[in-house]
Structures are given as C-alpha cells and as structure tokens.
C-alpha cells in the first residue's frame, strides 16, 4: 500500500512540474509581450483584430497594404491555448472574476479555484474526470497585476499587486496514468511473488522445525528411557562386618551379590581369592601338590 500511495504521489508530481512548467512558459510569453506594449501581426482568418482591446493603435496598415493588428497579452494567450490544445494534450485558458473578454469567464473549477489563492496559496491541482470520460490533471496559478499590466486593466480598478486573474492549464493524464497502473502492476506481481516466497519459505521452516521438534523429543524420551534403566550405587551402604550382607531400603538384608545387581548393571561370577582357598582347601591332598600362586578356575 506505501507503494501504491507512492506510485499515486509520483504520478501527481511529474503532471504539477509539466503544468507548472507550462504555466511558467506563459508567463514569460506574457512578460515579454507586456514589456513591449504588445505586438503587431498580420490579420487573417484566424487571427481578427480584438474588439476588447481598447487602443487607438491597435490596427495599422503598412505601405504595402499589410494590415496589422496588435495582440495584447490576454489575446495571445488565448491563441496559444487554442493552438496547444488542437496539436498537444495541454490546453491553456486565461480567466478572471471580472474578464474582459467574455470567452475569458471562468469555468465553475476555475471560479472555486480563484477564491481560494492568496498569496500564502499560490497554485492548485486536482485530478477530475472530463465529460468523455477522460483524466484530466487540472492547474492554476494566479497573475498578479505588474506595471506593465496598468496600460489594459487600470480603467478597471487594479493596482499593481493585485490578483486579476490566473491561468489554468489542463493536461491529458490517461497516458501517464496508464504508465502509472502499469508500474504499480509489476510492482504488486513483485510484491507478491516476494511474499509467496516468504510464505514458502515459513511454511518450510515450520515443517522443518516440528520435524526437529519431534527428532529431539525422540531423543530426549531414548535419554530419559536410558536414564530410568542405567542403575548407579552412591552414598554410604550398611554392610554386615561378619556376613557382608548388604542392609536395603527396607531393612532387609541381602547377599552383596544380589543388592550390586539389583542396583547396578554389574554381573557376577565366582572365584576364590588364594587366602580363602587356602582356608578351605589345605587339608586336602590335592591342593598341597597345588604350586604356588596357581588359582582354581571360575566355577
């Protein structure tokens, strides 16, 4: 979602920095027409002297018969705006609260925008869908009345720093925001294949882990079943002096033999030790002929 929102984001910043650039492009066309009182053109068809430009010397005729007709800053404006928008996806359009030129009246977008400029809020954009159907990136800009401005618009009131007006610019977003859906598309596959691969691989590792979970907890119940069985003496044992019996738990007494087995995993099996052979077996013919240090074997 960050990233869509940032896709979203991009796409409005790259159309405010055309129509920002667009708008600064008319400005200085305007600055420069200002400057110069406005220009002379040829008159034809598509360009007819303006019948709101209030100037004596608005129309001449050159010696050869050429006429002339002066364009003031509004009028080429407005001619630049027809022209783009008939060979780009950009159209232009000068307005005001109170325009001279008719066709110059502002639309309801552009009259919400107008009030809402001061000079704290200097442009303004929005993304709105056309008649057709179609995007449309929306944006205004407001035109502050200079000196060069007073020669038109001082009958009407304005003085230098005031706001006579703006310039909306409308540029076709269908095809940057096709761009755009595009590049949040393969961005979303990229995500989710990611998270796929993510997921795979938890699922692998907690597979995995109660395997080894289950491993270790086999060996733990071998450990704790080889504990039980391994059989250790430790600590002090009563032993009879005479006997040698061996005093148990429950105050019985046992053959030493037994209690070792019952409590270890020794075994036994018997031998005599030479003093005790000696002490049963010294009378008897057989062992005097015995030699020395010669044992009977086990039993």
Known sequence: ????????????????????????????????????????????????????????????????????????????TKQIGEIASEKDDVGFHITSDRPVNPENAADPWEAATL?????????????????????????????????????CHAKQGYRVGDMIGGISVSIAADPIIDSQNDHIWVMTLAYLGIWVLVLLGFTLGVTRLGKERKRVGEIVIQLQKAIFEVKTLSGLLPI????????????????????????????????????????????????????????????
């Open 1 to 76: 979602m960050w990233g869509v929102r940032q896709g979203f984001k991009q796409t409005t910043d790259v159309l405010t920095h055309q129509a920002r650039s667009f708008f600064q492009l008319i400005v200085t066309a305007r600055a420069w027409n200002a400057i110069h009182g406005g220009v002379y053109v040829p008159v034809t068809e598509t360009t007819q002297p303006n019948p709101y430009l209030d100037d004596p010397n608005r129309d001449l005729m050159t010696d050869k018969n050429l006429a002339l007709t002066k364009i003031n800053p509004a009028y080429m």
């Open 115 to 151: 009030n809402l400029f001061s000079p704290q809020y200097q442009e303004h954009n929005e993304l709105i869908e056309s008649e057709t159907g179609k995007k449309v990136f929306r944006y205004m800009a407001p035109l502050w009345v200079e000196q060069e401005c007073l020669q």
């Open 240 to 299: 009879c002096s005479s006997c040698k019996k061996i005093r148990d738990d429950k105050g019985y007494w046992n053959q030493i033999e037994n209690y070792i087995s019952e409590h270890s995993e020794a075994g036994f099996t018997h031998s005599l030790c030479p003093d005790c052979e000696k002490r049963l077996y010294s009378d008897q013919q057989w062992y005097k002929g015995k030699p020395e240090g010669v044992e009977e074997s086990n039993d």
